[in-house]
């Protein structure tokens, strides 16, 4: 049997995928972009010289390329390769997938290395993929942790007592106790239960919204989606831990924006669409809300002349809430158990569809 994976893999990920079967052969997809040069050069320089705005009507002009592909070195025409299964890394995109996947007329199964898949259901229309997978809950606990050190960092004014120490000054600065906080979690999955757990272990009250009704322990209140507004309106830290799908695509906007307290801080770890930017934007400057800690964007590394860098009340992390050194053996330890239980014929884990 036949897996095509991306060529950055190392050869030690490559001898655990062989040594789960002696029937398993590997062919290796090289994915090339081509960008002419002077398309590249005038990106550079309308990143810096025009406004953000006006740099997004002209974006897909500038980031337009060919791709190509190389299977075992040797470039791709037709079919890429007769792989059955595919291993799907960040490296494969949208548009990526929408190219390549025709080209693999005998695939069966997807595994994606992404928790999110949203972008590749669309190209799973008109291929005959018949099994999706994903590494379901690996990233839950860190990605709890990530979060909750931002509400910690930013409940205790560590940004602020660390400016003070540059300058030289000397200040008592008053912090808000974890026991009079609220955290509205907006999505009760893997990270959202993980959320809870850590908040309540604080003492936090924990409001959670939830398409489903699940009953948790570590839940206080527990809203469904027609009852946002309560979280909303008593949290004074909301987060979105929700997966992207046509229900909540842009659930925050203008309307939940007003219904935040001043003084509470928005946190999005989970996928960019799901708040409208331009209101978010417009909330942030105009003060409806303190403050964002944003990790995920819809431009990926963000624009040199995005706004997000220039507002004092917005904290970028860099799409950095799931990195860790134990993540991708974690997420590739899924992919490897799912192998096995593929060769075996037996049922698939975190399986999408």
Known sequence: MKILVPDHYSQEYLEKIKQVSPEINIDIL????????MLRILNYLCQRILTYSIYKKFKAYLLKSNISFLVNGKPVKEEASDAAVLLASYQLDREVLSKL???????????SELTGVDHILPALLDSNVKILTNPGNVHGRRIAEFILSLILCESKRLAQHIELQRKKQWENLFSRESRYLTVGIIGLGSIGSALAKLSKLLGMKVVAMDKELKYSEDVDLFVQPQQLSALLSQSDYVV???????ETSGIIGEEQLRLMKKDAYLINTAREALIQEEALLRALKEKWIKGAFLDVFEDVPLPYNSPFYKLDNVLVTHHSSFYSEEARA???????ENLAHYMKKEPLINKIC
Do not use: A, D
């Open 30 to 37: 090289t994915v090339i972009r081509h960008r002419p040069f």
């Open 101 to 111: 996947l025709p080209r693999l007329q005998k695939l069966q199964w997807i595994h």
């Open 240 to 246: 979105l831990c929700c997966s992207l799908t046509k």
């Open 330 to 336: 974690e997420r590739f330890n899924v992919f490897l």
